[in-house]
Each structure stands twice: as C-alpha cells, then as structure tokens.
Nanobody
Framework: QLQLVDSGGALVRPGGSLRLSCTAS?????????IGWFRQAPGKEREGVAC????????FYPDSVKGRFTISRDDGKSTVYLQMNTLKPEDTGVYYC???????????????WGQGTQVTVSS
C-alpha cells in the first residue's frame, strides 16, 4: 500500500519561502499517481492548494496561491515538491499531500495521505 511522508514545514516570516516535500515509502513510487497538496487550518475544512497530473505536464492552483506556489514532481526520486513563495499569515496550516488517479483540488478521490507538516507564517 502506498505510503506518503510529508516534510519541510516550519515557522517562517511573512514574505518568506518554504519548500515542502512529499515522498513515497513502503517500497512504492509516485509514478502513476496524480499528487495534490492540501492544507487545513484549525476549524476549517481541508482545501487544495496545488495538484499535478501523472505526467507532470499539468498543474492546477486556486486563485489564493496562484503565482506564489509551484508544484513539481521528480518520479526518479519518488518525490513531489511544493515551492511556496511570498508566504502570508493566511497560508498557515497543516499541509498534507495526497495521491489519486486524477488531479483535483478537492480532497475526495485521494486514496493515500501523508501525515501532515505544519506551516506557520507569522512575524
């Protein structure tokens, strides 16, 4: 069964940058899966912030992060990255990666999830 490990979360000042990583473990790779990044703030629903197609040629973002976040994949390393620039306090939350058959910014349809990594944007 595919297992995902999220990492890279930290405390960062507004305007700063972070790169999150999503790595496959358990002897499986990420090739053949669309991967999405989601975040969840306290008291709020999980929301999609980026997703990438199986081929890596298509990526999707909500307006709230478009132009600031970039998702990319390196199937050779079984890793998907989320580069986050110009971070804002409202980007704070626990970030999760998920694996699915098709890319989507909605959490339904994702079969496997990472354990989450905390991102806090604060001065």
């Amino acid at each position: 069964q595919l297992q995902l490990v999220d990492s890279g979360g930290a405390l960062v000042r507004p305007g700063g940058s972070l790169r999150l990583s999503c790595t496959a473990s358990g002897g499986f790779g990420l090739a053949g899966y669309a991967i999405g990044w989601f975040r969840q703030a306290p008291g709020k629903e999980r929301e999609g912030v980026a997703c990438v197609s199986v081929s890596g040629r298509e990526a999707f973002y909500p307006d709230s992060v478009k132009g600031r976040f970039t998702i990319s994949r390196d199937d050779g390393k079984s890793t998907v990255y989320l580069q986050m620039n110009t971070l804002k306090p409202e980007d704070t939350g626990v970030y999760y990666c998920g694996a699915a058959q098709f890319p989507s910014l909605r959490p339904g349809g994702y079969d496997a999830w990472g354990q989450g990594t905390q991102v806090t944007v604060s001065s």
